[in-house]
Every structure is written in structure tokens, then in C-alpha cells.
């Protein structure tokens, strides 16, 4: 089968470029995929008929005309489309709804598979503190250790006040381009040591069992 993988950013391109191989197997032997990042989430337009600038490449702001264009092309290929985005502060019953609305008024509609990670994508990396201490011996384990998994906390704070000399707010202060630098950073060091069979998150198994389930059924 082959998967059309849709995230919100560099960071979440490279962490999946990690785990999909773990998931999935090796690329080709049968599975193939391709992953898009975005430069950001957005927000989905009012109507569903949001007028956005496709060259600025925001993901819940083109995404329904995104999934109308793969209704089309992958009609009849046995492909499938994931959305991986993060729920931030969101509800996570509305905010998916909304997602499903969109799928809903696709004609044709394309298989699509929508996943949340909680609160950000960076919950998937503290899910396995072994493979960051692989990739940062000199992790502060008690900032580790305070981490709630799953929780709406800052996550990705959280995690630069155990990586990041000065913590979270040393990072901010050099501004939005360094910290998305360090999250790039963190998810190609640590993604390759991620355990994907034992990864405690629970936004993180959904999305493997997701795959799984559309790998198996659809092959």
C-alpha cells in the first residue's frame, strides 16, 4: 500500500521519516509512502471554502482543498492519506469532527487516516526517555521525569528544559527560527532510538495502530 503522509512541520517530516520504517518496514517490502511538511497548522477555514495561498504551505488552511485533489487522483489506487497534526490546546473530540467534516464533503472522497499527537509531537518523544538519553547522555532527568505523558503541559517546553542549556526559556529567547531548528535537531537524534512497541503515548499508539489497521486491510 502506498501512504501520502501530510504534517505540520520540518521536525514532524524527520521524526516520521524515522518511525514509518519501524512501523511500516522497510520501504518498499510492500509499503511505500511519501511525507509533505507544512510550514505550520493554521486553522481550518470558515465553510470549508477558506481562499488561503497555497505557496505559504499551511496545513489546516489548504487541507480541504487538499483532500478534494487526492479524492481525485488516488481514486481507484488503494492508497491511503494521513493527517498528523498536533491538537495544541484544542478539544480533541471537536477539533477531529471538524477534521471528518472535511473528509465528509470530498466527492470522491479519498481513504484518509487523522491523527492527533498530544499535545504536540514532541509526546511521542518523551514517550521513550531510554532512546533520549541514547541521543543526550546529559538529559536532566528530573525535567524528564516531571513530564506527564500525554498531558497539555508546553511539551515541547519540556523537553528543551531537559535538552536545551538554560531550558525553555533560553531557546525562546533566541526566537521561533532556533526553536524550530532544536526541534528538528531533537527528533533526528532521538527518532531512530524510538521504540515503537513499547512507547508509552497514547496519541502514539493510536496513530501505530492506525497504520497497522490500514496496512493490513488495504494491502
Same mark, same amino acid.
Given at each position: ?105 470530498? !466527492?470522491?472522497?479519498?481513504?484518509? %487516516?487523522?491523527? &492527533? +499527537?498530544?499535545? =504536540? ?83 502514539? !499508539?493510536?496513530?501505530?495502530?492506525? %497504520?497497522?489497521? &490500514? +496496512?493490513?486491510? =488495504?494491502?
Amino acid at each position: 500500500m502506498h501512504f501520502e503522509v501530510l504534517v505540520e512541520d520540518a521536525s514532524g517530516e524527520l521524526l516520521l521519516g524515522a518511525l514509518l520504517p519501524k512501523i511500516l518496514g522497510k520501504y518498499g517490502n510492500p509499503h511505500t509512502w511519501r511525507t509533505h511538511a507544512y510550514k505550520g497548522i493554521g486553522r481550518i477555514p470558515r465553510g470549508l471554502r477558506g481562499k488561503t495561498d497555497p505557496w505559504k504551505r499551511i496545513i489546516l488552511d489548504q487541507l480541504p482543498r487538499i483532500l478534494a485533489g487526492y479524492g481525485k487522483s488516488l481514486q481507484g489506487t488503494g492508497s491511503a492519506v494521513v493527517v498528523v497534526v498536533d491538537l495544541d490546546d484544542r478539544d480533541c473530540v471537536a477539533f477531529k469532527q471538524e477534521l471528518l467534516e472535511i473528509h465528509r464533503r470530498c !466527492r470522491p472522497r479519498p481513504n484518509v %487516516l487523522f491523527r &492527533l +499527537a498530544i499535545e =504536540e509531537m514532541e509526546a511521542w518523544l518523551l514517550g521513550d526517555k531510554n532512546a533520549i538519553i541514547k541521543a543526550f547522555p546529559r538529559a536532566k532527568w528530573n525535567a524528564l521525569h516531571s513530564y506527564r505523558q500525554d498531558s497539555i503541559c508546553g511539551t515541547w517546553e519540556m523537553l528543551a528544559d531537559a535538552l536545551f542549556p538554560g531550558g525553555s526559556a533560553a531557546l525562546k529567547a533566541q526566537g521561533y527560527p532556533r526553536i524550530g531548528e532544536e526541534k528538528c535537531r531533537w527528533a533526528s537524534l532521538i527518532g531512530p532510538h524510538l521504540d515503537v512497541q513499547s512507547n508509552p503515548s497514547p496519541s502514539f !499508539r493510536v496513530f501505530r495502530l492506525g %497504520l497497522l489497521k &490500514l +496496512a493490513d486491510t =488495504e494491502a
